[in-house]
């Protein structure tokens, strides 16, 4: 399966038709602040990253998605599954564009891709890491069902860590009050 679609987004794989588009978002200093030891990122990044996704989709069958919102067709980031840096562990990833922020998107994908890795790829836990000043981050692990287990520091950060088991995921979204 390599789309997915919800409500309102299609995540699909990456093209180099992206690469415009993705340059844009990753270029901006507040989407990319807390991405790995955080600041702009210019074209050639926004390539290299394109081919590194694809690369991983190729080599493991499953990757990051291309994430376009349904009403407009506009790449508004990326969410999807990858491994945890040097390490076995699958880990969700998503990135938002800053116009997107606070609308549900980030929330609404990854439970989606939680369902793939749970449902399809037969994957027994899924992990998330966050810079511990990312509160929107793990406020969408917290959402989705993941539960804080630890500090630690990975891509060369400290961030917190979250995991859900496939027996703790239900696709009914959380209320919160």
């Known amino acids: 399966m390599k789309e997915l679609q919800t409500s309102r987004l299609r995540l699909r794989l990456f093209t180099m038709e992206d690469l415009e588009a993705l340059a844009k978002i990753v270029s901006d200093t507040e989407v990319m602040k807390y991405i790995g030891v955080g600041g702009a990122r210019d074209l050639l990044s926004a390539e290299k990253t394109i081919k590194t996704i694809l690369s991983h989709w190729e080599k493991h069958g499953f990757g990051i998605w291309a994430l376009e919102e349904k009403a407009t067709g506009n790449l508004i980031g990326w969410c999807g599954l990858q491994h945890l840096d040097k390490t076995p562990e699958v880990e969700i ?67 917190v860590y979250y995991a859900i088991k496939r027996e703790g995921f239900s696709e009914v979204p959380r209320v919160d009050s």
């Open 93 to 159: 990833a998503y990135l938002l564009d800053s116009p997107y922020w606070r609308q549900g998107f980030a929330t609404e994908a990854a439970r989606a891709v939680l369902a793939y890795g749970f449902e399809h790829l037969g994957l027994d836990r899924i992990v998330a890491v966050a810079r511990p000043e990312n509160i929107g981050s793990y406020r969408v692990m917290e959402k989705v069902g993941m539960e804080y287990e630890r500090e630690t520091h990975f891509y060369g950060v400290d961030v």
